[in-house]
């Protein structure tokens, strides 16, 4: 009870400090304490303190007025003191000493998990049938303990339990008795989609399973952009550890070539994934988190790459090469654009008015449909000269699948930049979309091999 009025007294303070201004009338105060406490719920539900919320949801008020602005620099330095010198809660602080041995538990798990297989002779040494066995098992061998801890932390019931092991088991079991041929399309295809097929059943477990929630899928489109910033940096440090660590072995004559591959690689590969997700859970409380921040940065960069290719293959008259590693690329480019797009979105208060970064964001947007369009004719150029074939067809499903999300995109978009919608419709109609994705990869991992008879 204490706790509950503590934090109706911050809230009553700032509608006192809105009250203030003659500008802010009572209906609008109304709307604006509405939305605070959301916001404050929210956080709330994804593991913030009541300090914690209160202050990133003020914080992310001062994007609505100049006033909820005013409040916020008004009363951040107090209550980021709180935040850096918080009140001892034995409680508290019991719990994130757990998870922080959950999850560096769960991290040498996942180390020593990646290296059981040499037991039945597949190891880091190049052979094609370790080379096949990783590729196709890596990402099984790694990511159920991710899944697992956000299983403990969210303290699953038996039966959603029960719904995020069961896809790794049958995903383990489809990927391994299949009849692929060793390193032929289907199984590489198969590689490339596994991922994104199992991260989503990651989701499930990091939402609680509440997939049918929008905010929480949302929530998890945030959490997936920070754990791979997060998974980058560390990749960054793993690299100079390993640089270091064969320059200094060097110098005394020993070659540590073979331990770090066999061994620093991939078990730091596989601990880096887990502790990723731990430390974006751990630092949920900073203001302002990196994706949105490097959205900002990186969108008018690829515009202009975008509209820069375009001009350039509208004045030579050269089409795109249909190669499987172009069209790779191709859908690697398309991916990175709709993640600024979501990240951007993640970001937004949905209340704001359109300005310039909104419409730079448009012509994203636009530009990148113009190329999945010029890549989808030069799919169909090639099917129609040469015929069908595993990677045209998932390349082709691939740009289609972009191609609608693009166009809703761009619709919407251009519909709120004329304020004929709001921004909230965009962000609903991405979280709506989101579920085509993982449906669309477990086809390419399950259907595509039987049907081009495991090629």
Not at 19 to 29: E, K, M, T, Y
Not at 87 to 113: H, I, M, N, Y
Not at 344 to 361: G, M
Request: proline share 4%.
């Amino acid at each position: 009870m204490k706790a509950e009025q503590s934090m109706e007294d911050r809230i009553l303070q700032w509608r006192e400090h809105l009250n203030r201004h003659q500008s802010i009338q009572s209906v609008d105060a109304d709307e604006l304490e509405d939305h605070l406490r959301s916001q404050i719920e929210s956080l709330e539900e994804q593991g913030l303190d009541e300090d914690e919320a209160f202050l990133v949801s003020v914080k992310r008020m001062g994007n609505l007025s100049d006033i909820s602005r005013e409040f916020a620099l008004e009363y951040s330095e107090r209550l980021w003191k709180q935040l850096l010198i918080p009140p001892v809660r034995d409680e508290q602080s019991e719990e994130k000493q757990s998870d922080t041995f959950v999850a560096f538990g769960l991290a040498l798990a996942a180390a020593a998990t990646v290296k059981l297989p040499q037991l039945f002779g597949f190891s880091f040494d190049g052979s094609p049938d370790s080379e096949s066995f990783y590729m196709r098992n890596i990402i099984l061998l790694i990511l159920p303990f991710l899944a697992a801890f956000f299983v403990w932390k969210r303290r699953l019931e038996p039966s959603e339990i029960i719904k995020v092991t069961a896809p790794f088991v049958a995903a383990a079991l489809l990927i391994n008795l299949l009849p692929f041929t060793r390193l032929g399309s289907t199984e590489l295809l198969a590689v490339i989609h596994l991922p994104i097929a199992v991260w989503f059943v990651l989701g499930l477990a990091y939402m609680g399973g509440k997939w049918n929630n929008h905010s929480q899928r949302m929530n998890f489109v945030r959490f997936s952009g920070e754990w791979f910033i997060y998974l980058t940096l560390i990749a960054f440090g793993g690299g100079v550890l390993t640089m270091f660590t064969v320059f200094i072995f060097d110098s005394i004559g020993m070659d540590a070539e073979l331990f770090v591959q066999s061994w620093l690689l991939p078990c730091g590969v596989a601990g880096a994934v887990v502790v990723s997700g731990w430390l974006v859970e751990a630092k949920q409380s900073i203001i302002e988190n990196m994706a949105p921040v490097l959205t900002r940065l990186f969108t008018p960069l690829f515009a202009l790459l975008l509209l820069s290719y375009i001009i350039a293959m509208l004045w030579t008259g050269t089409g795109i090469l249909v190669e499987r590693e172009v069209l790779i690329g191709f859908d690697l480019l398309l991916v990175v654009i709709l993640g600024l797009l979501l990240y951007s979105i993640s970001a937004r208060d949905p209340h704001a008015a359109p300005d310039l970064f909104d419409r730079l964001q448009f012509l994203l947007i636009v530009s990148a449909l113009l190329v999945d369009i010029f890549a989808l004719w030069a799919i169909a150029a090639r099917i129609s000269e040469f015929g069908f074939s595993p990677n045209k067809v998932a390349a082709l499903g691939e740009n289609l699948i972009l191609l609608i999300n693009l166009a809703g995109s761009a619709f919407l978009y251009g519909k709120f930049l004329l304020k004929r919608t709001t921004f909230s419709t965009l962000e609903r109609w991405q979280m709506t979309y989101f579920p085509v994705y993982p449906i669309w990869a477990a086809i390419v991992v399950i259907i595509f091999p039987i049907i081009f008879k495991f090629q």
